[in-house]
Nanobody, 117 residues
Framework: QVQLVESGGGLVQAGGSLRLSCSAS????????MGWFRQAPGKEREFVAA???????TYYSDSVKGRFTISMNAKNTVYLQMNSLKPEDTAVYYC???????????WGQGTQVTVSS
């Protein structure tokens, strides 16, 4: 089993920044990628960003490219640095992992991010 625990969500004004963290433990393999999805009220979950386990490749949705940065340290913790936040970034953010970063098999419990205008 895999456990993913997110932290770092909160309330921020538009234009501000937040950093999300996700600690991964359990049966994690080097072929896995780590990533983030989000779900806004009344909308479907959408891919945000991902990074491969060796941290040599990153992937971003068009809506966050240039504003968000995903990174990972050597202790199985993945970060999502979110800058220039917009009200439309308001959502529950989920940490994910799995072989396919676009269709991950494991999800965290989610952390709320609210951006006020």
């Amino acid at each position: 089993q895999v456990q993913l625990v997110e932290s770092g969500g909160g309330l921020v004004q538009a234009g501000g920044s937040l950093r999300l963290s996700c600690s991964a433990s359990g049966r994690i393999y080097s072929k896995y990628a780590m990533g983030w999805f989000r779900q806004a009220p009344g909308k479907e979950r959408e891919f945000v960003a991902a990074i491969n386990w060796s941290a040599t490749s990153t992937y971003y949705s068009d809506s966050v490219k240039g504003r968000f940065t995903i990174s990972m340290n050597a202790k199985n913790t993945v970060y999502l640095q979110m800058n220039s936040l917009k009200p439309e970034d308001t959502a529950v953010y989920y940490c994910t992992t799995g072989v396919d970063y676009s269709d991950p098999g494991y999800w965290g419990q989610g952390t709320q991010v609210t951006v006020s205008s």
